[in-house]
């Protein structure tokens, strides 16, 4: 079975940095993608980062480019989302997730997955 359990979440202040854990468990590294995503109290859930852990192909949303970067350790079954330049708006409970690959497909829609973590709690104050 699929295992995802997310972790690192915590109290910022804006400006810092954050690094979530994701421990996957149970499934071939390069048959899967892996996302992140946040649920703001009152909002969608959204999507922030994509890889393909075939070859760490990566996508970002458009509020988290060139601020987050999302990373593999294949030794460790661990993917990694970096947070830095947080900002009070990153606030949310963050999820990682898994999909089989389909070529190079990514995508950021969380109906598209179908296996989840729990949520880690991330809130930046400002």
């Known amino acids: 079975d699929v295992q995802l359990q997310a972790s690192g979440g915590g109290l910022v202040q804006a400006g810092g940095s954050r690094r979530l854990s994701c421990a996957a468990l149970?499934?071939?590294?390069?048959?899967?993608?892996i996302g992140w995503f946040r649920q703001a109290p009152g909002k969608e859930r959204e999507g922030v980062a994509s890889l393909l852990l075939r070859d760490g192909d990566a996508d970002y949303a458009g509020p988290v480019k060139g601020r987050f970067t999302i990373s593999v350790d294949e030794a460790k079954r661990a993917v990694y989302l970096q947070m830095n330049s947080l900002k009070p708006e990153d606030t949310g409970v963050y999820y990682c997730?898994?999909?089989?690959?389909?070529?190079?497909?990514?995508?950021?829609?969380?109906?598209?997955?179908?296996?989840w973590g729990q949520g880690t709690l991330v809130t930046v104050s400002s």
């Open positions: 149970g499934f071939t590294f390069r048959d899967y993608v």
């Open positions: 997730a898994a999909r089989p690959r389909r070529g190079t497909f990514h995508t950021l829609t969380w109906l598209d997955y179908m296996h």
